[in-house]
């Protein structure tokens, strides 16, 4: 009789930990089919006519125009990039050392 509880046990604890398997697998890749195809996507991204950066508040110049194509457009563009971020870094560091001066 024990065997049988236990037996009984076994398979509803399987149930259980499928049923988990099923929706932990199910969930995403439906949510991916539902909302990744291209008449879904532009129901939620395109609700008017207005340019997505104009509904976002990213002004035209801040847009990204002149996409590298080469190489060396490419590596153009990444040392405009770190000369930018090591600017910003030094004028981060500049009120730090300057309170640090006035101690």
Do not use: C
């Not at 024990?2 to 199910?26: A, V």
Request: charged residues 30%; glycine residues 4%.
């Amino acid at each position: 009789m024990h065997t049988d509880h236990r037996e009984s046990n076994r398979s509803s604890s399987r149930s259980k930990e499928m049923g988990k398997f099923l929706i932990y697998i199910m969930f995403p890749v439906g949510s991916l089919y539902l909302f990744n195809r291209p008449d879904m996507q532009e129901k939620l991204l395109r609700r008017s006519s207005v340019p997505i950066h104009v509904e976002m508040g990213v002004p035209e110049e801040e847009l990204v125009k002149n996409i590298p194509r080469t190489r060396a457009e490419a590596q153009a563009q990444i040392g405009v990039m770190k000369k930018a971020h090591q600017e910003r870094l030094a004028a981060a560091e500049a009120p730090t050392q300057d309170s640090s001066k006035d101690s």
